[in-house]
């Protein structure tokens, strides 16, 4: 089992940048492939992007491609989600999510994630 917290929210400027943390607990972090998702007020949780657990595959929902970066410190338990010229359309609650892998793929779906963090507040003004 794996405990996800996730931190590095905020309000930002239309432009801005923020730098979002999940630190996961346990050994066996390497083992699980992870995600970043999003809920906007009134809006279905969607999928931002995922890694491997290796940290050699990702993958982006076309929205952020170009703009958010995701990766991963095996050795810090911690995936991280770099996001860059943000716009007040990326306002929503973000989560990391898990998922124990033996493929070493990553995963778009949400139905296939075990273990999520809280969520962390990003307020995009413009």
């Known amino acids: 089992q794996v405990q996800l917290v996730e931190s590095g929210g905020g309000l930002v400027q239309a432009g801005g940048n923020l730098r979002l943390s999940c630190a996961a607990s346990?050994?066996?972090?390497?083992?699980?492939?992870m995600g970043w998702f999003r809920q906007a007020p009134g809006k279905e949780r969607e999928f931002v992007a995922a890694i491997s657990r290796s940290g050699g595959r990702t993958d982006y929902a076309e929205s952020v491609k170009g703009r958010f970066t995701i990766s991963r410190d095996n050795a810090k338990n911690t995936v991280y989600l770099q996001m860059n010229s943000l716009k007040p359309e990326d306002t929503a609650v973000y989560s990391c999510a898990a998922n124990f892998d033996r493929s070493g793929y990553y995963y778009r779906s949400r139905y296939d994630y075990s273990y999520w963090g809280q969520g962390t507040q990003v307020t995009v003004s413009s």
């Open positions: 346990g050994r066996t972090f390497s083992s699980y492939a």
